[in-house]
């Protein structure tokens, strides 16, 4: 967390002092503070094979971790008066860390015999985005105007879990089982998405203001993972790709102070081509789902 909050304050300086070189016309900048509700879960899906017994078993795990959080934002702008390009920084962090309940679902299969394991647990998230991004005006007729923009975004998820339940069931014994369990699982992940643009600016009046933006990203995630059931820990390398989506609206209260309301979604998909082993575990396939959407009000100062 120390050193997002280092290279977002390199960034803002690099901002507020290059930005006289990049613009033809007077600069200006915004400040914005902001709180928000954001919502979702990130999912393991994992395929493989382990060894019990000199036995060979396949299982297939399914992980739902909860990222249902408050969250704080810090923003900056700077641009052109005159709007026909800007660039953005913003840096989000936690501020709640009950994150929601946690499920994992095991399934064993030692031919002929079916093992399936249905487990929960309480979830604290420790959460982080920084997002770079800059928008370039390409079209502009009356009231509208078209953006293109590239950008960059870093996530940081850390989870910690307490199993409280287990169901164990096996078809084939006519076994059924259901207790408490105490156990803890903690996990890592990290997102990294260079993204594209596209986005309209709509104004209504010269008060009122309403944006959208849709964007595809390339994605680089890691996560690892420490687990009871895989024996220590794991550690996967992801690639895929996401899709980026925001609404929000501003209302210029005078010339230099603002509110604005947003929503933003993103969902990541990313799968790991290599396999791996750990002690009596191999793993086939490794993939990862994240999707958050994020509820936001923000305050700021134009100058």
């Given at each position: 967390?120390?050193?997002?909050?280092?290279v977002?304050?390199?960034?803002?300086?690099?901002?507020?002092?290059?930005g006289?070189?990049?613009?033809?016309?007077?600069?200006?900048?915004?400040?914005?503070?902001?709180?928000g509700?954001?919502?979702?879960?990130?999912?393991?899906?994992?395929?493989?094979?382990?060894?019990?017994?000199?036995?060979?078993?396949?299982?297939?795990?399914?992980?739902?971790?909860?990222?249902?959080?408050?969250?704080?934002?810090?923003?900056?702008?700077?641009?052109?008066a005159?709007?026909?390009?800007?660039?953005?920084?913003s840096?989000?962090?936690?501020?709640?860390?009950?994150?929601?309940?946690?499920?994992?679902?095991?399934w064993?299969?030692?031919?002929?015999?079916r093992?399936?394991?249905?487990?929960?647990?309480?979830?604290?998230?420790?959460?982080?985005?920084?997002?770079?991004?800059?928008?370039?005006?390409?079209?502009?007729?009356q009231?509208?105007?078209?953006?293109?923009?590239?950008?960059?975004?870093?996530?940081?998820?850390?989870?910690?879990?307490?199993?409280?339940?287990?169901?164990?069931s096996?078809?084939?014994?006519?076994?059924?089982?259901?207790?408490?369990?105490?156990?803890?699982y903690?996990?890592?992940?990290?997102?990294?998405?260079?993204?594209?643009?596209?986005?309209?600016?709509?104004?209504?009046?010269?008060?009122?203001?309403?944006?959208?933006?849709?964007?595809?990203?390339?994605?680089?995630?890691?996560?690892?993972?420490?687990?009871?059931?895989?024996?220590?820990?794991?550690?996967?390398?992801?690639d895929?790709?996401?899709?980026?989506?925001?609404?929000?609206?501003?209302?210029?209260?005078?010339?230099?102070?603002?509110?604005?309301?947003?929503?933003?979604?993103?969902?990541?998909e990313?799968?790991?081509?290599?396999?791996?082993?750990?002690?009596?575990?191999?793993?086939?396939?490794?993939?990862?789902?994240?999707?958050?959407?994020?509820?936001?009000?923000?305050i700021?100062?134009?100058?």
């Amino acid at each position: 967390m120390k050193k997002s909050v280092l290279v977002f304050l390199c960034i803002l300086s690099i901002l507020m002092a290059g930005g006289s070189a990049l613009a033809q016309s007077p600069l200006k900048y915004e400040f914005s503070f902001g709180t928000g509700y954001m919502m979702g879960d990130t999912t393991f899906k994992t395929n493989g094979n382990v060894y019990i017994q000199n036995r060979n078993a396949k299982f297939t795990r399914e992980m739902e971790l909860p990222t249902d959080v408050m969250m704080a934002t810090a923003a900056f702008t700077v641009g052109s008066a005159t709007d026909s390009w800007r660039i953005n920084a913003s840096l989000s962090k936690n501020v709640t860390e009950d994150a929601g309940t946690m499920k994992d679902l095991y399934w064993l299969k030692i031919t002929p015999i079916r093992i399936n394991l249905f487990s929960k647990g309480n979830t604290d998230l420790d959460a982080m985005a920084l997002d770079i991004n800059a928008d370039y005006r390409f079209y502009q007729r009356q009231n509208l105007a078209l953006y293109a923009g590239v950008g960059f975004r870093h996530n940081d998820y850390g989870f910690d879990t307490k199993y409280s339940e287990a169901d164990l069931s096996s078809p084939e014994r006519n076994y059924h089982s259901t207790g408490s369990v105490k156990a803890f699982y903690t996990n890592k992940a990290d997102f990294n998405l260079a993204y594209l643009t596209l986005g309209s600016q709509f104004d209504l009046n010269n008060m009122l203001h309403l944006y959208a933006k849709i964007g595809y990203a390339y994605t680089k995630s890691t996560d690892k993972k420490y687990s009871p059931f895989f024996n220590g820990v794991y550690k996967s390398d992801y690639d895929g790709d996401a899709l980026l989506l925001s609404i929000a609206a501003r209302f210029d209260l005078n010339p230099n102070w603002f509110l604005t309301g947003k929503i933003d979604y993103q969902r990541i998909e990313g799968d790991s081509k290599r396999g791996g082993h750990k002690r009596n575990i191999k793993i086939q396939s490794d993939d990862i789902e994240s999707q958050q959407t994020t509820l936001s009000v923000a305050i700021g100062y134009s100058f």
